[in-house]
């Protein structure tokens, strides 16, 4: 598609290439040669448009843009020397020319020790201003689950996993119709409904999955020197990866609820709930001016430096540059004069001085929780009741050193308990005494506190 020359320079340049879009795809049949086609010959040639239905293809995005999954196709074949003649035969014709955007080379390896293919899959971008620009990638995945001697471990594991999802879904649809609203008032709730809902859609996608993988295997075997697509495959393969990763991800979030026993887990779990209000606040500050930033320095930069070349990015490098991960030369390299100033004012307004409010705000709601009480959680303390209540029915006894009331009327403490510290805890009850006894008169008609002594264990009764 050609674009329009401004006037000035028409006489010298004779045509441009226009921008790509997806709607500016050609979906025209051609001969040899890019040649208008004869409509009575119905042979598939590269020359042929294929639709994305007929290649199995899908839209995809690379770097420059993104491409639907229709197209020239060109099958190279099995062997080094038909694939030459091939691409032979392809270059004499021009099958690349000023016209071409985007250019899949696709090929698939077969691992049998591990049972693993490997799709390769290279796109050579052509844009308008020139040059190509490569974009490889190369995607993992296993058709065949149910292989060797493994496989009824495999499957083992699998209808566990699916027995403990059914339970899970049981075990919430009570809970919702025994607690209605309140239940999603709860955040843990909505952690536990979330994990259930992926893995149910996960289950949905795991098999068509393994649908659309025994097909791909059955047009494999039936016609060898096929071209199969595995783009679609492997598509259903990130997805399905993707929406696992998340399962494992709340999963494993939801061990901070478990933890929330522990008395220093508790105490960090209250210190972002009371840094919470502030921190909004100052995340609102931060984002403006970080983005204020951001867009500055993609103006001055965009041109000379790639890694400014896009706003994302941009935003992905000023991020690295907050945890001192940057190329300050080539930063200077681009613009020698208001790239540094820049880096400096970033540097020293939001490296040092919104990180370190960051830090204050955290560190104060901490000392807040630390020294607050009544915020504190005594749920740890059921389990420190409940590991002594076990180590008492086992026989372990009683930590050394520790106090526990008796039923008598009296305290007893071990016998090696440190005689300066209960000297010092006697002169205390003796200093309340007195003080006692100046205060209230009337104590002294009462019977008077004893202090009993003995080689092994002191009694200490009123």
């Not at 974009?135 to 689950?145: E, N, S």
């Not at 008492?392 to 930590?399: E, K, P, S, T, W």
Request: with cysteine; glycine share 4%; charged share 20%.
């Amino acid at each position: 598609m050609g674009c329009e020359v401004t006037s000035v320079f028409r006489g010298h340049v004779h045509g441009c290439r226009d921008t790509y879009g997806p709607v500016d795809q050609e979906s025209d049949d051609y001969a040899a040669g890019w040649q208008p086609a004869n409509s009575s010959d119905a042979a598939v040639t590269p020359w042929t448009y294929r639709k994305a239905s007929e290649l199995d293809g899908w839209p995809y995005w690379a770097q420059m843009g993104v491409y639907n999954g229709g197209g020239y196709l060109a099958e190279l074949g099995l062997d080094a020397n038909s694939s030459l003649g091939t691409l032979d035969s392809l270059k004499e014709a021009a099958w690349l020319d000023p016209l071409t955007r985007a250019l899949f080379l696709e090929f698939v390896l077969y691992h049998p020790n591990v049972n693993l293919y490997t799709v390769c899959l290279t796109v050579f971008e052509f844009p308008q201003t020139g040059g190509v620009i490569p974009f490889p990638r190369l995607f993992v995945i296993r058709l065949d689950r149910y292989v060797g001697s493994f496989m009824s471990v495999v499957m083992g594991a699998e209808v566990i996993v699916a027995c403990f999802i059914v339970f899970f879904t049981v075990r919430e649809l009570r809970l919702i119709c025994k607690q209605r609203k309140a239940y999603f008032a709860e955040f843990w709730n909505w952690i536990e409904m979330l994990v259930v809902t992926l893995s149910w859609v996960s289950i949905v996608m795991y098999f068509y999955r393994l649908l659309i993988s025994n097909q791909l295997s059955a047009q494999y075997r039936k016609d060898k020197e096929r071209f199969l697509n595995f783009q679609y495959v492997t598509m259903w393969e990130e997805l399905y990866q993707l929406f696992f990763s998340w399962i494992i991800f709340l999963s494993t979030l939801k061990f901070l609820r478990l933890l929330r026993f522990n008395s220093r887990m508790s105490m960090l779990w209250q210190t972002l709930q009371a840094a919470a209000s502030p921190m909004a606040s100052f995340m609102i500050v931060f984002f403006i001016v970080f983005l204020a930033f951001a867009l500055m320095m993609h103006a001055i930069l965009m041109p000379n430096n790639s890694e400014f070349a896009s706003f994302a990015g941009t935003l992905s490098t000023m991020f690295s540059m907050m945890l001192n991960k940057f190329d300050f030369a080539a930063l200077e390299s681009s613009c020698p004069l208001i790239g540094p100033a820049v880096f400096v004012l970033f540097t020293l307004l939001v490296s040092f001085v919104l990180v370190n409010m960051f830090l204050t705000i955290v560190i104060e709601a901490f000392q807040r929780v630390k020294h607050d009480l009544s915020m504190q959680q005594n749920e740890y303390e059921i389990v420190e009741f409940m590991l002594g209540r076990m180590r008492a029915l086992v026989g372990l006894g009683n930590r050394k050193g520790q106090v526990q009331p008796a039923s008598h009327g009296y305290v007893t403490a071990e016998p090696d308990l440190d005689d300066a510290r209960l000297q010092r805890v006697l002169k205390r009850i003796d200093l309340l005494v007195d003080t006692l006894h100046d205060e209230c008169p009337d104590l002294d008609d009462e019977e008077p506190v004893v202090v009993a002594e003995s080689k092994k264990r002191r009694i200490i009764s009123a």
